[in-house]
């Protein structure tokens, strides 16, 4: 168990939350990375063990072909938490990721803060580690183009994943099939929202410092906003079925009832995509508790195609109407397949897409914040 952290190391992490400016680290590069064989688990390691990440581990280590091997955080309340849910026996303790990075761990799951993912993805990949990273990619462009960077530089052998589960849910894959073969015609229009109660809640804290760590998804320079941080996932499908970033986006944004926190609780957007199409998108964090209205719709010319977590619709024609049910969690289906992909070999490498999909989420940001038409050119050059 490494318990040698330093008191510097820790100030400057809570520094960095503290101005929101990630700085860049040096990274102590392993003399060996053990490489991974079927007949072997997987030794993965958590860095940001919140509640999200704490649950990517859990169904890792649940895995029969990996296991949770070490956990990294800065607060030891979550270290303990998290090793107690997992029921992990003496698990490697790190509080600087860039030793866990420097340690003979084969993979890494990235769960911490929006802000901190190009940095530490970066020295992931640096460390030649096998990376599950949690969206989104970053909160700014910069950060976007560093995860770019970063991927186009990651050994070929590795693989480079990220949250965005619903590429690898069945119901997705089948309906992008089905899209694809045309069973729905030429797609003329598309709408994605998600609304759904407020997901945080702010805990007091008497260090300022650590109370912004902590409650990191109340401040966007930190979180990115929720259109970044949470509805990412719609604009990734979008992303994903129409095969083109949008053209422009404009709408409206606003909080009207969680006013004690620097981030939207509603917001409304239209986005044109090539081709003529324009896609509606909704979302809110204000909607009472028990309701929610999560996903996706494609209208084509024969049929519309209507995605989420929880079901595929197929809608042929008046009465034509097929529902195929999600088994479980899609994120299972995400993070089996990294598992599986790093004991096969066949890796993937998904930084480029991902930041993209991140990128459509900042170009909608920034048209509810200046509350007037963006473009994707005005905003990133190409």
């Known amino acids: 168990m490494d318990t040698n952290h330093s008191a510097a190391s820790r100030r400057s992490f809570i520094s960095r939350a503290a101005g929101a400016a990630a700085g860049a680290f040096m990274i102590v590069k392993p003399e060996s990375v053990r490489g991974s064989q079927a007949n072997s688990k997987v030794s ?8 999200r990440g704490t649950y990517d581990a859990s169904i890792v280590h649940a ?13 030891d309340d979550r270290i303990e938490a998290a090793s107690a849910k997992m029921k992990l026996q003496k698990p490697a303790v790190y509080k600087d990721f860039e030793k866990a990075l420097a340690s003979d761990l084969d993979a890494v799951i990235i769960a911490t803060p929006p802000f901190e993912h190009p940095q530490m993805l970066e020295a992931a990949i640096q460390a030649r580690k096998h990376v599950y990273c949690e969206k989104p990619m970053a909160v700014d462009y910069a950060g976007c183009k560093r995860v770019i960077a970063a991927g186009r530089k990651a050994d070929p052998k590795k693989c ?59 401040y966007r320079e930190l979180s990115g906003d929720i259109i970044v941080e949470q509805d990412c996932h719609n604009l990734d499908v979008l992303y994903w079925f129409l095969g083109a970033t949008p053209i422009r986006a404009v709408g409206y944004g606003g909080r009207k009832v969680r006013t004690t926190m620097d981030i939207l609780d509603h917001l409304s957007l239209t986005f044109e995509f090539p081709n003529g199409i324009h896609v509606n998108f909704e979302a809110n964090q204000l909607s009472p508790p028990g309701f929610s209205n999560v996903g996706e719709e494609f209208t084509g010319t024969k049929g519309v ?33 990294f598992i599986g992909r790093i004991i096969s070999g066949d890796v993937e490498n998904v930084a480029e897409r991902s930041a993209i999909s991140t990128m459509i989420a900042i170009l909608g940001r920034t048209a509810l914040y200046r509350r007037r038409e963006v473009t994707w050119k005005s905003l990133y050059g190409a």
């Open 44 to 51: 993965v390691g958590l860095i940001g063990a919140g509640n």
């Open 305 to 337: 195609l209507q995605t989420s977590r929880a079901r595929l619709v197929h809608v042929k024609g008046p009465g034509q109407r097929e529902t195929i049910p999600s088994k479980r969690d899609i994120t299972m289906d995400a993070i089996e397949a």
């Open 160 to 218: 480079v994943s990220t949250g965005f589960q619903q590429r690898y849910g069945p119901v997705y894959l089948e309906a992008y099939k089905r899209m694809k073969e045309g069973q729905v015609g030429e797609i003329v229009n598309a709408r994605a929202f998600w609304i759904a109660s407020d997901p945080f809640k702010r805990v007091p804290y008497d260090d300022p410092k650590i109370e912004r760590v902590r409650n990191w998804f109340c």
């Open 63 to 75: 895995d029969p072909r990996a296991q949770i091997t070490a956990i990294c955080d800065l607060f």
